[in-house]
């Protein structure tokens, strides 16, 4: 599928298997997710570009590469996306993190956004959105929307699991977006939830239900 890149790597997979438990307890469930944003988090960065500086090893002069171009900015969206921040700033540690607060209308199940602050300079950086779960898409879409309305140029999307017709409600709707994930489900249940899934990421993360 265009534009999605499904990360299949051993311990990636080893990793969300536990997550899926439904034995798995908050706190593990918690730790689950920030290892598995940073196991992410490397593949998303992976084509950052890199420039050569001069420095000086203890035996001599040498070029060597760092970082270049734009800044980066995490966006969590709330509350499950907050799970997934510390894994990726331990990989990334100077990036900005901003936050889109959203839930999912249980009746309608339309995002409502009530909550959006970002980086002042949104527009200079490159954005990954994270979130643990899209299903629907409605979530993905209108988080991309509202930080691309506050001028986001760069935007890439992450999440744990997708369900397949949420994908392509996202890829329709933001085409210019990559999207990364660590497994594509079978399909969406009568209420929305992901089959097999993991439940409710926000719950299990937080201990709410
Ligand atoms: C969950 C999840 C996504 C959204 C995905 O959040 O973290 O944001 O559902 O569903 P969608 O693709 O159908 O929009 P939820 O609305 O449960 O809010 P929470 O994180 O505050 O629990
Ligand atoms: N949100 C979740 O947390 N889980 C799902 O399966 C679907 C939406």
Do not use: W
């Amino acid at each position: 599928m265009k534009n999605v890149f499904v990360m299949d790597h051993p311990l990636i997979q080893h990793k969300l298997t536990l997550l899926r438990d439904k034995n798995t307890g908050s706190k593990e469930f918690r730790e689950l997710v920030k290892e598995l944003a940073m196991l992410m988090g490397y593949e998303v960065t992976r084509n950052l570009s890199l420039k050569e500086i001069e420095i000086e090893t203890p035996v001599c002069k040498t070029k060597s590469k760092v970082i270049a171009g734009r800044k980066l900015g995490i966006v969590p969206i709330l509350r499950a996306g907050l799970g997934m921040v510390d894994g990726m700033l331990s990989l990334i540690p100077a990036a900005k993190v901003g936050h889109v607060g959203l839930y999912r209308d249980p009746e309608t199940l339309e995002p409502v956004e009530y909550y959006c602050k970002l980086p002042v300079d949104v527009q200079e950086r490159e954005l990954i959105v994270v979130d643990p779960m899209l299903a629907t898409g409605g979530s993905a879409v209108a988080a991309i929307q509202f930080i691309k309305d506050k001028g986001a140029k760069s935007i890439k999307f992450m999440c744990i699991i997708a369900a397949p017709e949420g994908l392509e409600v996202v890829r329709k709707a933001h085409p210019d977006v990559e999207i990364y994930v660590a497994s594509v489900d079978e399909k969406l249940n009568d209420h929305a939830y992901i089959i097999p899934g993991l439940g409710d990421a926000g719950d299990r993360l937080f201990g709410t239900k």
